[in-house]
C-alpha cells in the first residue's frame, strides 16, 4: 500500500498529468485546447501551493473545531460515519481509496470530455468557483475529519459532548469539496453513459471520502447543494447559483451557530437535510433536460 499512496498522492498525479499533457501538446500545438489544459495545470500547481499556504493560516486562525457537532449531528441524522465506514474497512477500501485520490484525473478527463463534446457552460469556471469559495465556507464551520478528531478510536469514537475542540490541522471537511465537484461532473456529464460514469463515480466518492475517514455524513449533504452552486456558475445560470450559495451558506451558519437547536430537534434537521437533497435532484433534472434540448437543437440544425 506504501507504493500506492506515492502513487496516488496528489502531488504526484499533479506532476505527473502535467509532464504527459505538455508532450501531448507538443504533439499538436495549433489545438488550443491542448494548450488551455496545460496552462490550467499550472495553475491548479500553484494554487494548490497557495491554497495549502492559506488553509494552515486558517487553521491557525480558527483552532477550535467543530469535528464533535458534526458527529454528534450525524446521530441526529441517524447515519453515523464509523457506522458506515466499518464494513468499508479491508479489501473495498482499496478502490475507495483509489477512486477518493483519483479527483484530479477525473477534472482533467472531464474537462476534455466536456471540451470535446462542447457542452454548454465552462467546466473550468465550476472548478474556479469552488477553489475560490470552498475555503471561505471552511472559515464558517472549520472542521477536519474523523480521523483528524479521534485518531485511531476513530472507528468506534468514544463519548463525547457536542462542543468545539482544539485540533492541529486545516480545516477542510464542511461541506465536502470532494463531493461538490464529483457533483459538478454530474452535472456536466454528456449523454447516458458518461450521466452514469459520473453517478458511479459521485457514489464511490461519498462512500470513499466516509471510509477512510475524512468526512461526516453531514458534510455529504451541503456538499452537493455547494456542487450544484458550482456547475450553476459555470453555466451561468447565476440564479440557480444564488440560490444554492445560499442553501450551502444556511448549512454552514445553522451548524454553526444552531446547533444545540437542531441536535434537540432531529425532525428539524432531517426535514432540512431532505429539503436540500430534493432541490439538488430537482436542480440536476433541470440542467440535464436544458442540455438535452441544446444537443437537440444542434442535431436539428446540423
Known amino acids: 500500500m506504501r507504493v500506492i499512496d506515492i502513487l496516488l498522492h496528489p502531488a504526484v498525479i499533479s506532476i ?3 509532464f504527459l499533457s505538455a508532450i501531448w501538446m507538443l504533439r499538436d500545438e495549433k489545438d488550443k485546447t491542448r494548450v488551455g489544459l496545460v496552462f490550467a495545470l499550472v495553475l491548479n500547481l500553484f494554487y494548490g501551493v497557495l491554497v495549502t499556504i492559506f488553509m494552515s493560516g486558517e487553521g491557525a486562525a480558527f483552532p477550535w473545531k467543530f469535528d464533535h457537532v458534526l458527529a454528534r ?7 453515523q460515519t464509523a457506522s458506515i465506514a466499518r464494513p468499508l474497512q479491508g479489501f473495498p477500501h482499496v478502490p475507495l481509496f483509489i477512486a477518493y485520490d483519483a479527483m484530479i484525473p477525473m477534472m482533467i478527463a472531464w474537462y476534455l470530455l ?9 467546466i473550468v469556471v465550476a472548478y474556479a468557483a469552488e477553489l475560490v469559495s470552498g475555503p471561505l465556507f471552511y472559515a464558517i464551520v472549520p472542521a477536519c475529519g474523523p480521523i483528524y478528531a479521534f485518531g485511531k478510536q476513530w472507528l468506534r469514537p468514544p463519548a463525547f459532548p457536542p462542543e468545539a475542540v482544539r485540533l492541529t490541522g486545516m480545516p477542510n471537511a464542511f461541506p465536502s469539496l470532494h463531493v461538490g465537484t464529483a457533483f459538478v461532473f454530474l452535472m456536466f456529464a454528456p449523454g447516458r453513459v458518461w ?4 453517478l458511479l463515480f459521485l457514489a464511490l466518492t461519498c462512500l470513499a471520502t466516509l471510509s477512510i475517514g475524512e468526512h461526516y455524513v453531514i458534510d455529504l449533504i451541503p456538499g452537493m447543494a455547494f456542487g450544484v452552486f458550482a456547475s450553476a456558475v459555470g453555466t451561468r445560470n447565476f440564479r440557480r447559483a444564488a440560490g444554492f450559495f445560499a442553501l450551502t451558506l444556511c448549512w454552514c451558519l445553522g ?6 437547536i437542531l441536535l434537540a430537534h432531529p425532525v428539524l ?3 432540512f437535510a431532505g429539503l436540500t437533497l430534493v432541490l439538488v435532484a430537482l436542480a440536476v433534472r433541470r440542467q440535464w433536460s436544458t442540455a438535452a434540448e441544446l444537443e437537440k437543437g444542434h442535431g436539428i440544425a446540423a
Not at 466536456?114 to 465552462?122: D, L, M, Q
Open 269 to 271: 434537521l432531517r426535514c
Open 114 to 122: 466536456t471540451r470535446y463534446r462542447r457542452c454548454p457552460g465552462s
Open 255 to 260: 451548524v454553526r451557530f444552531a446547533f444545540t
Open 16 to 18: 505527473t498529468a502535467l
Open 73 to 79: 449531528l450525524d446521530a441526529s441524522l441517524g447515519m
Open 195 to 198: 450521466k452514469a460514469v459520473a
